[in-house]
């Protein structure tokens, strides 16, 4: 399975950036496409979470209301609409697919990650 996150760059505060995570290779039943993001010198942590088959969604609370993750079937793509940028929103930004239906619990049980994707807010 390859990931490929899209979608990146610079943005004030207060405007939006949509990134992109196309799928390709293998296909599952069932799996769950995540997005990250890790802030310099900060932890990996989760942003958001959608469960392909039926798309219910997961979000963080520090994105909820601002970030939307959605799907396109034709695409076998994952998109992250992130609005109302702030600062702290600042990081690198990875996709990840988990192989199963049930939300896990961190990121080290997803199988598969993306090349990650730069996100800057400037003031």
């Known amino acids: 399975v390859q990931l490929q996150a899209s979608g990146g760059g610079l943005v004030q505060a207060g405007g939006s950036l949509r990134l992109s995570c196309a799928a390709s290779?293998?296909?599952?039943?069932?799996?769950?496409m995540g997005w990250f993001r890790q802030a310099p010198g900060k932890e990996r942590v989760f942003v958001a979470a959608?469960?392909?088959?039926?798309?219910?969604?997961n979000y963080s609370d520090s994105v909820k209301g601002r970030f939307t993750i959605s799907r396109d079937y034709a695409k076998n793509t994952v998109h992250l609409q992130m609005n109302d940028l702030k600062l702290d929103d600042t990081a690198v930004y990875y996709c990840?697919?988990?192989?199963?239906?049930?939300?896990?619990?961190?990121?080290?049980?997803?199988?598969?990650w993306g090349q990650g994707t730069l996100v800057t807010v400037s003031s």
């Open positions: 990840a697919l988990y192989v199963g239906g049930s939300w896990p619990s961190g990121s080290y049980e997803y199988d598969y």
């Open positions: 959608l469960r392909w088959t039926g798309g219910d969604t």
């Open positions: 290779g293998r296909t599952f039943s069932s799996w769950i």
